[in-house]
């Protein structure tokens, strides 16, 4: 007697998946607020890299070493929830995308400088396992760099490697150019610079610390300042 057929068994129905709520301190607090935002780790420094302008995903991930691609790629997202940054398609005919920061992001900027001021004093001696990006001196020295009354684009040389600020304006905020949102400073050299300096990565500390001063840096040889313009002229006390 042939056999009955079967039914045959559905396919098991999975529940659609809930989408991930992030951690939060669930505090109604400003504070609490904001570290739900930027208080996971990397958040901060891909914050920092950004203050720089808009970057392609491959170049974040080379200037931030040892944070590994899925992390990178899920700060990036959150960031992104959260109003922090966007991602944007380059024009023809280039087919990037980059990442930038929005003018909430870019409200960050004092933020990082008081952290980069707090964070000084640590880095009296560098550990053999620290990396180190010429642009991460940037913050610090714009600080130092606050008081500046010409406005202009400065070129920064290290023996890391150069980078470029944007200076000046006399307002004597933490740093110039704070309420402009846009990027303070740029990576490499400047296409026409108003001025460079070249210094070592010591002086550029003591000038963020305050242990020194510009003006004693240019006069005892530390910093030398190449320039015929305004800026150049009030680097050197002219």
Known sequence: MPRQQQPAARPA????????????????????????????RWTLLIVREL???????????????GVSTDVLASRLKDMEQSGLALRRKLPPPSAASVYELTERGLGLLPVLAALAEWGAPALAERRPTDAVRAHWFALPLLGALAGLTREGVLEVRLDEGEFHLHVGGGAGTVLPGAEAYGPVYGYGPADRPDARIVLGAEVCLELAQGAATLTAAVKGGRVEVLGDGPLAAELRGE
């Open 13 to 40: 129905v999975r529940p659609a998946a809930r989408p991930v709520r992030r951690r939060s301190y669930d505090q109604f607090d400003a504070t609490a607020r904001a570290l739900d935002s930027v208080g996971d």
């Open 51 to 65: 203050l720089g302008g808009p970057r392609r995903y491959t170049d974040l991930h080379a200037d931030l070493p």
